[in-house]
């Protein structure tokens, strides 16, 4: 990784590969559930992960001591909107799956 300075004086991280614009902090996250999007592939989620941990800590590539701690929560998040989206039941999108929406019997 290269750094450098944008244009608003902001330091720029060249060659880290995200889905938003190239070398600055996206400051939304794409709606990942239908009919927004037909499914949310795994980069899809990975990305948002990703966009939320870097909004959240303020930090676009996390210092070297940092790193572990940063990867976990992306990893976290990662797994907590895959289970949201597969979870969710949103009327008019077809046919719920088997077991979503339905309370564990207890």
């Known amino acids: 990784m290269i750094r450098t300075t944008s244009r608003a ?9 995200d889905s ?13 559930r239908p009919p927004h999007v037909v499914e ?5 989620v990975r990305a948002a992960a990703l966009q ?3 909004k959240i800590s303020g930090f676009r590539a996390p210092a070297a001591h940092n790193a572990a701690t940063f990867a976990a929560a992306v990893d976290a998040v990662e797994a907590a909107t895959r289970a949201l989206l597969d979870d ?5 999108a077809g046919p719920p799956r088997a077991g979503a ?3 564990a019997d207890g």
Not at 9 to 17: F, K, S, T
Not at 20 to 32: D, E, P
């Open 9 to 17: 004086d902001r330091p720029v991280w060249i060659g880290v590969e």
């Open 20 to 32: 938003c614009h190239a070398g600055r902090m996206c400051r939304s996250i794409k709606t990942l």
């Open 101 to 103: 929406g339905v309370a």
């Open 88 to 92: 969710l039941v949103v009327r008019g």
């Open 52 to 54: 939320y941990v870097r």
């Open 40 to 44: 949310a592939t795994q980069d899809d």
